[in-house]
């Protein structure tokens, strides 16, 4: 099966391949060199596929050394120096040393050190000063042995050292170019050999893609002149190889974390709430006074939100909310509450921050409001916290309002569980009693999720009058919260926060959505 | 929101029943308290969420609300009847420096070690958070038996006694404990302003404290063994006084102690009279018809059972007709509104009893203007091959304005700052994008990223000193990156929109000169294009160039 299958997926070259290699079970890795029409590197790289497909196997590894000439060693081909030298004196009887150094096209290094050795081994004498003339006793045959040695060499292009003598391979080292020595004659190449052969299931891909008549003259590119002139009806189509990994894609792509917004978005407005937006820099009024968080209260300290610099103040207050506001936390106002009982200070009102908290919207939002009214916001807030890996510099709270004539506790929990079914996909939802300032009764939605368990949805409640009639609202108005972070740190399968704000371009591009709806 | 320990076996003694780790949470729904799991040395580890109710900030206060339920109410007899002691406000200063005191003393306790851990924890929930860092309440705890009543409360010059604080074995100046004992430079603030202290004296003019800073080692070292107990608190406002005070008491009575009445007098009004008996009750009823039952809840509610409920609840209820009268333990002083007493109701009910129902009235779901434009050109970004992106806004100073070869024009500053790196909001986006050009040289080229989010722009003649809007940014980067490919993309974006921009020449310091322009809709710059400048490449480590552009949507909106 195996087999079948890659032989219907060989790639032209493999066939090719396989052509080159005949009948032969074993080879080595440069048998094949000169072989068909595969360059050298197609080779090594079909060599390599097999290999990877389990077709061919390494059954040895040897080192293959050979030798070939230097284009200096093409260049003394037809003479050696000393060869040419020897000629000329052997012809004019005496020369001068000084004309046989500057015979022509001789380098005079190369010069200089052949009618050294020519001396040396007593082939040139020197019957007088500046001189050199021909000793007729001496053996001129080592010369010639080198020069058949240059010439057998470069007639083969490259020879293998083991098809030569143990004389010859070390006149060779004596005379070859070695590594920072400019000059030599001859080039020595050493390289690591594999004797390759086929295995059972090559043999089995070789004979199916026989069998079949693979040639490797499929077509690969499917072009508009074999369109037009019809001749891709006499050949084959190359089948296309399921198995490789196709080059990498770079797409345009949402981020993540913005899809999961984009899903919470369409199933809210689905669920009939309209979007409300606002203003990253707000008054401790909005964020704070108009929840009814009183200017004593623990979670107003200097350190639980970031204050503006400059300016630190907003000048003026929107009224008549802020005398609303400040009697309700005074005495109640209006609002049949007994109200904090102290004194509210404007100007702690007036001070700007950094939005801590979604819900400074819903309390904005509530003038302006229908009655019945739906919204929801998904705002940036800011809390000074230590960041790690719970706590992002500025993080995403999904929140809003519901207002109506028949809004009351049972209505609160019946939009609490259409929102744990349509937004979270719980199987099964759990109420438990919550605090938030500004909302009584307040509840907190726990739901059962199919992959992760139980967890904490989120938190609601019915505002306070103390909120609501400020604003110049006398109907029940539900606010809501829910925890976005954990529920898109849990889709995308993450457990740091500052991965959803991640500024490496590597993880973004690995990071799923993994909500299905 | 707090967070408490409680020793099983001490919590089972004082319910006075059996609780395990698995039947706890159940139980703290109660108390709007969630069960946070059990430390290594056994102990449970409790948050409470309602910042109202420090009378629940104990283990003897969440036994109480349990007991309640369980129909196991114990009577507080010492709410009322004669004092037997008295405390005297000698100076009118007082009244501004640190007007309240008030005390009583138990006697007859037998403390273990579970018991002084809850009353230590107790005291210092109640000061530190109650009483916000001791400023409003602050509460002491003496041996009785060294105290010789009556007490005064005096106000004096640091400079003018000494005693031996705790914590120290020889006697030190008022002036000296304010400088260098721990707890005067931590609380010392709350004198600010003032030429004399608070002192607390006992009738053979001993030293008690100097209230809030430290007690007196002598009078004010509480031994294991010592079964009766001098408790005092002074603060700034008298209700939470009371209330801390008889939260105090009651714990104490639930650990075996007999609560002993003690007098203040004050040459002053306060809002509570010039004398004030402590423990004491406080004016905390409320009236409720029972049509507001109905209507909050959605549910028909007779008044027999809100009478039960609220019972089981620890209240006391007197019913009338259809209002009823509801007064809540002298340790409960959060009822503000009617909506307060509902709540605890469904809360003894069970929210589990209530069967939810889908909310009635149509209305019209519809995502904002601006949010709809932001969803059209993000489409068309990720149509042209561009990667979306998404960062915090919160930011450097560095970033916006050095690493942009820019200037310190103004912007919007946290004055508060905790960290450098989370100082700023930022005004462009282009940032945001080098920052991740930065950290993704290892990323397949080409880079094509963009973001759109918001950005708070400085301008004093907004109501808040900045406007946040909403922008687009693209960035494009890899090593054959030209400035006609990326206003190819931003011709095409506009185009989609049925928009003909044009480009004007300019000059902005993180782009290079010449290859940086405007871009034009009728007259209105919407934003900028160009190259990014080498300088700008240089702060960031990126080494590949970076073509950039930003679009104001806000402008582009009103167009």
């Given at each position: 099966?195996?087999?079948?299958?890659?032989?219907?997926?060989?790639?032209?070259?493999?066939?090719?391949?396989?052509?080159?290699v005949?009948?032969?079970?074993?080879?080595?890795?440069g048998?094949?060199?000169?072989?068909g029409?595969?360059?050298s590197?197609q080779?090594?790289t079909?060599i390599e596929?097999?290999?990877?497909?389990?077709?061919?196997?390494v059954i040895?590894?040897?080192e293959?050394?050979?030798?070939?000439?230097?284009?200096?060693?093409?260049?003394y081909?037809?003479?050696?120096?000393?060869?040419?030298?020897?000629e000329?004196?052997?012809?004019?009887?005496?020369?001068?040393?000084r004309?046989?150094?500057?015979?022509?096209?001789?380098?005079?290094?190369?010069?200089?050190?052949a009618l050294?050795?020519?001396?040396?081994?007593?082939?040139?004498v020197?019957?007088?000063?500046?001189?050199?003339?021909?000793?007729?006793d001496?053996?001129?045959?080592?010369?010639?042995?080198?020069?058949?040695?240059?010439?057998?060499?470069?007639m083969?292009g490259?020879l293998?050292?083991?098809?030569?003598?143990?004389?010859?391979?070390?006149q060779?080292?004596?005379v070859?170019?070695?590594?920072?020595k400019?000059?030599?004659?001859?080039?020595?190449?050493?390289?690591?050999v594999?004797t390759?052969?086929?295995?059972?299931?090559?043999?089995e891909?070789?004979k199916?893609?026989?069998?079949?008549g693979?040639?490797g003259?499929?077509?690969?590119?499917?072009?508009?002149?074999?369109?037009?002139?019809?001749?891709?009806?006499k050949r084959?189509?190359?089948?296309?190889?399921l198995?490789?990994?196709?080059?990498?894609?770079?797409?345009?792509?949402?981020?993540?974390?913005?899809a999961?917004?984009?899903?919470?978005r369409?199933k809210?407005?689905?669920?009939?709430?309209?979007?409300?937006?606002?203003?990253?820099?707000?008054s401790?009024?909005?964020?704070?006074?108009?929840?009814?968080m009183?200017?004593?209260?623990?979670?107003?300290?200097?350190?639980?939100?970031?204050?503006?610099?400059?300016?630190?103040?907003?000048?003026?207050l929107e009224?008549?909310?802020?005398?609303?506001?400040?009697q309700a936390?005074?005495?109640?106002?209006?609002?049949?509450?007994?109200?904090?009982?102290?004194?509210?200070d404007?100007?702690?009102?007036?001070?700007l921050?950094?939005?801590?908290?979604?819900?400074v919207?819903?309390?904005?939002?509530?003038s302006?409001?229908?009655?019945?009214?739906?919204?929801?916001?998904?705002?940036r807030?800011?809390r000074p916290?230590q960041?790690?890996?719970?706590h992002?510099?500025d993080?995403?709270?999904?929140?809003g309002?519901?207002?109506?004539k028949?809004?009351?506790?049972?209505t609160?929990?019946?939009?609490l569980?259409?929102?744990?079914?349509?937004?979270?996909?719980?199987?099964?939802?759990?109420?438990?009693?919550?605090y938030?300032p500004?909302?009584?009764?307040?509840?907190?939605?726990?739901?059962?999720?199919?992959?992760?368990?139980?967890?904490?949805l989120?938190?609601?409640?019915?505002?306070?009058?103390?909120?609501?009639?400020?604003q110049?609202v006398?109907?029940?108005v539900?606010?809501?919260?829910?925890?976005?972070?954990?529920?898109?740190?849990?889709?995308?399968?993450?457990?740091?926060i500052?991965?959803?704000f991640?500024?490496?371009?590597?993880?973004?591009?690995?990071?799923?959505?993994?909500?299905?709806? | 929101m707090?967070?408490?320990?409680?020793d099983?076996?001490?919590?089972?003694?004082?319910?006075?029943?059996a609780v395990?780790?698995?039947?706890?949470?159940?139980?703290?729904?109660l108390?709007?308290?969630?069960?946070?799991g059990?430390?290594?040395d056994?102990?449970?580890r409790v948050e409470?969420?309602?910042?109202?109710?420090?009378?629940l900030?104990?283990a003897?206060g969440?036994?109480?609300?349990l007991?309640?339920?369980?129909?196991?109410?114990?009577?507080?007899?010492f709410?009322s009847?004669?004092?037997?002691?008295?405390?005297?406000?000698?100076?009118?200063e007082?009244?501004?420096i640190?007007?309240?005191?008030?005390?009583f003393?138990?006697?007859?306790?037998?403390?273990?070690?579970?018991?002084?851990?809850?009353m230590?924890?107790?005291?210092e929930?109640?000061a530190?958070v109650f009483?916000?860092?001791?400023?409003d309440?602050?509460?002491?705890?003496?041996a009785?038996?060294k105290?010789?009543?009556?007490?005064?409360?005096?106000?004096?010059?640091?400079?003018d006694?000494?005693?031996i604080?705790?914590?120290?074995d020889?006697?030190?100046?008022?002036?000296?404990i304010?400088?260098?004992?721990?707890?005067?430079?931590?609380?010392?603030e709350?004198f600010?302003?003032?030429?004399?202290?608070?002192?607390?004296?006992?009738?053979?003019n001993?030293?008690?404290?100097?209230?809030?800073?430290?007690?007196?080692r002598?009078?004010?070292?509480?031994?294991p063994?010592?079964s009766?107990?001098?408790?005092e608190?002074?603060?700034?406002?008298i209700?939470?006084?009371?209330?801390?005070?008889?939260?105090?008491?009651c714990?104490?009575?639930?650990?075996?102690g007999?609560i002993?009445?003690?007098?203040?007098?004050?040459?002053?009004?306060?809002?509570?009279?010039?004398?004030v008996?402590l423990?004491?009750?406080?004016?905390?009823?409320?009236?409720?018809s029972?049509?507001?039952?109905v209507?909050l809840l959605?549910?028909?509610?007779?008044?027999g059972?809100?009478?039960?409920?609220?019972?089981?609840y620890?209240?006391?209820v007197?019913?009338?007709?259809e209002?009823?009268?509801?007064?809540p333990?002298?340790?409960?002083?959060?009822?503000?509104?009617?909506?307060?007493?509902?709540?605890?109701?469904?809360?003894a009910r069970g929210?589990?009893?209530?069967?939810?129902?889908?909310p009635?009235?149509?209305?019209?779901g519809k995502?904002?203007?601006?949010?709809?434009?932001?969803n059209?050109?993000?489409?068309?970004?990720?149509?042209?091959?561009?990667e979306?992106?998404?960062?915090?806004?919160?930011?450097?100073?560095?970033?916006?304005?050095?690493?942009?070869?820019?200037g310190?024009?103004?912007?919007v500053?946290?004055?508060?700052?905790m960290?450098?790196?989370?100082?700023?909001?930022?005004?462009s986006?282009?940032?945001?994008?080098?920052?991740?050009?930065?950290?993704?040289?290892?990323?397949?080229?080409?880079h094509?990223i963009?973001?759109?989010?918001?950005?708070?722009?400085?301008?004093?003649?907004?109501?808040?000193g900045s406007?946040?809007?909403?922008?687009?940014?693209?960035?494009?980067?890899?090593?054959?990156?030209?400035?006609?490919?990326?206003?190819?993309?931003?011709?095409?974006l506009?185009q989609?929109?049925?928009l003909?921009?044009?480009?004007?020449?300019?000059?902005?310091?993180?782009?290079?000169?010449?290859?940086?322009?405007?871009?034009?809709?009728?007259?209105?710059?919407?934003?900028?294009?160009?190259?990014?400048?080498?300088?700008v490449?240089?702060?960031?480590?990126?080494l590949?160039?970076?073509l950039?552009?930003?679009?104001?949507?806000?402008?582009?909106?009103?167009?």
């Amino acid at each position: 099966m195996k087999a079948k299958e890659l032989a219907e997926t060989l790639h032209p070259l493999e066939l090719k391949f396989f052509d080159a290699v005949g009948e032969q079970t074993r080879f080595k890795d440069g048998d094949l060199e000169n072989i068909g029409d595969i360059s050298s590197s197609q080779l090594r790289t079909v060599i390599e596929w097999q290999l990877a497909k389990e077709c061919i196997e390494v059954i040895a590894t040897s080192e293959d050394k050979w030798v070939e000439l230097t284009e200096l060693g093409e260049a003394y081909r037809t003479a050696t120096p000393e060869q040419r030298m020897i000629e000329c004196v052997r012809e004019q009887k005496t020369v001068a040393a000084r004309e046989l150094a500057a015979l022509e096209g001789l380098d005079p290094k190369e010069a200089s050190s052949a009618l050294g050795s020519l001396s040396k081994a007593g082939i040139l004498v020197s019957p007088q000063p500046g001189m050199l003339a021909l000793n007729a006793d001496a053996d001129i045959s080592p010369i010639e042995k080198v020069a058949a040695l240059i010439k057998k060499v470069g007639m083969t292009g490259k020879l293998p050292l083991n098809q030569l003598t143990d004389w010859e391979v070390e006149q060779i080292e004596k005379v070859s170019r070695k590594r920072g020595k400019s000059k030599g004659v001859f080039r020595l190449h050493s390289l690591q050999v594999r004797t390759l052969r086929f295995t059972a299931l090559g043999k089995e891909v070789r004979k199916i893609a026989k069998l079949t008549g693979r040639s490797g003259d499929e077509i690969n590119l499917l072009t508009p002149s074999m369109l037009s002139d019809g001749s891709w009806k006499k050949r084959n189509f190359r089948r296309y190889n399921l198995n490789i990994s196709p080059p990498r894609r770079l797409a345009g792509r949402r981020h993540p974390y913005r899809a999961f917004f984009d899903t919470v978005r369409r199933k809210l407005t689905g669920l009939g709430f309209s979007e409300m937006r606002g203003e990253l820099v707000e008054s401790a009024f909005w964020n704070n006074d108009a929840l009814f968080m009183p200017q004593f209260h623990s979670a107003r300290d200097i350190h639980d939100a970031y204050y503006i610099k400059h300016p630190t103040s907003v000048k003026a207050l929107e009224e008549p909310f802020a005398s609303q506001v400040a009697q309700a936390h005074t005495d109640g106002g209006g609002t049949n509450s007994r109200g904090w009982q102290y004194t509210f200070d404007m100007n702690t009102s007036r001070r700007l921050l950094l939005r801590t908290q979604g819900t400074v919207l819903s309390a904005r939002w509530l003038s302006q409001a229908s009655v019945p009214g739906k919204y929801f916001a998904i705002a940036r807030c800011f809390r000074p916290d230590q960041v790690d890996s719970t706590h992002a510099p500025d993080f995403f709270q999904c929140e809003g309002i519901v207002l109506g004539k028949s809004i009351d506790f049972v209505t609160l929990l019946g939009l609490l569980e259409l929102f744990a079914v349509e937004v979270a996909k719980a199987e099964e939802v759990k109420f438990a009693p919550a605090y938030f300032p500004f909302t009584e009764p307040s509840v907190e939605v726990h739901i059962r999720h199919p992959e992760v368990g139980w967890m904490e949805l989120g938190g609601a409640g019915i505002f306070r009058p103390e909120v609501t009639i400020p604003q110049g609202v006398d109907v029940p108005v539900i606010a809501w919260g829910l925890g976005l972070d954990r529920m898109a740190m849990m889709a995308l399968e993450i457990d740091d926060i500052r991965d959803l704000f991640s500024s490496d371009l590597n993880k973004v591009r690995s990071t799923h959505f993994l909500m299905k709806d | 929101m707090q967070t408490i320990f409680i020793d099983p076996k001490d919590f089972q003694d004082l319910l006075g029943s059996a609780v395990s780790e698995k039947t706890l949470p159940a139980y703290l729904d109660l108390v709007k308290g969630e069960f946070k799991g059990t430390d290594p040395d056994g102990q449970w580890r409790v948050e409470l969420n309602d910042t109202n109710r420090p009378d629940l900030w104990s283990a003897e206060g969440i036994a109480r609300q349990l007991r309640a339920a369980q129909g196991k109410r114990r009577d507080y007899p010492f709410f009322s009847g004669a004092a037997k002691h008295e405390i005297r406000v000698m100076d009118t200063e007082l009244k501004s420096i640190r007007p309240f005191v008030a005390a009583f003393i138990v006697r007859g306790l037998d403390i273990n070690e579970a018991a002084l851990v809850q009353m230590i924890q107790t005291q210092e929930k109640l000061a530190e958070v109650f009483g916000r860092k001791r400023k409003d309440v602050a509460i002491g705890i003496y041996a009785a038996k060294k105290v010789k009543l009556p007490v005064r409360y005096i106000a004096a010059k640091p400079n003018d006694f000494e005693y031996i604080p705790l914590g120290f074995d020889h006697p030190m100046r008022g002036s000296d404990i304010l400088e260098k004992h721990p707890k005067g430079v931590m609380y010392r603030e709350i004198f600010q302003g003032f030429s004399k202290v608070p002192l607390l004296r006992d009738d053979s003019n001993m030293i008690l404290s100097m209230p809030p800073i430290i007690n007196s080692r002598t009078l004010g070292e509480v031994q294991p063994g010592d079964s009766d107990l001098f408790v005092e608190g002074t603060g700034n406002n008298i209700n939470q006084l009371v209330l801390a005070l008889n939260i105090l008491a009651c714990d104490l009575a639930d650990r075996g102690g007999r609560i002993e009445r003690i007098k203040t007098v004050f040459p002053y009004d306060t809002p509570l009279g010039r004398e004030v008996v402590l423990p004491g009750k406080l004016d905390n009823a409320l009236s409720i018809s029972i049509g507001e039952f109905v209507r909050l809840l959605g549910i028909e509610v007779k008044a027999g059972e809100v009478d039960s409920v609220l019972e089981q609840y620890g209240c006391d209820v007197s019913v009338e007709k259809e209002t009823i009268v509801v007064t809540p333990p002298p340790t409960r002083n959060d009822y503000l509104h009617p909506v307060d007493v509902v709540e605890d109701f469904a809360i003894a009910r069970g929210y589990q009893t209530f069967q939810p129902c889908m909310p009635k009235e149509f209305t019209l779901g519809k995502q904002d203007q601006l949010s709809l434009l932001e969803n059209t050109i993000r489409d068309c970004m990720l149509g042209m091959g561009y990667e979306e992106m998404i960062s915090n806004i919160l930011v450097s100073k560095n970033m916006l304005r050095d690493k942009m070869n820019l200037g310190d024009e103004p912007m919007v500053e946290v004055a508060n700052v905790m960290n450098e790196s989370y100082a700023a909001l930022r005004d462009s986006i282009i940032p945001s994008l080098l920052e991740i050009e930065s950290h993704s040289a290892s990323a397949l080229y080409p880079h094509r990223i963009f973001e759109v989010g918001e950005a708070a722009v400085f301008d004093l003649n907004a109501p808040h000193g900045s406007y946040t809007q909403v922008h687009l940014s693209g960035l494009v980067a890899h090593n054959r990156a030209t400035l006609s490919e990326i206003h190819a993309d931003v011709e095409f974006l506009l185009q989609q929109m049925g928009l003909d921009i044009q480009l004007a020449e300019t000059s902005h310091p993180s782009f290079l000169p010449g290859r940086v322009a405007k871009l034009m809709l009728h007259g209105t710059c919407l934003g900028v294009l160009g190259e990014i400048h080498p300088i700008v490449l240089e702060k960031w480590d990126i080494l590949m160039p970076v073509l950039a552009f930003e679009l104001n949507l806000n402008t582009l909106l009103h167009e």
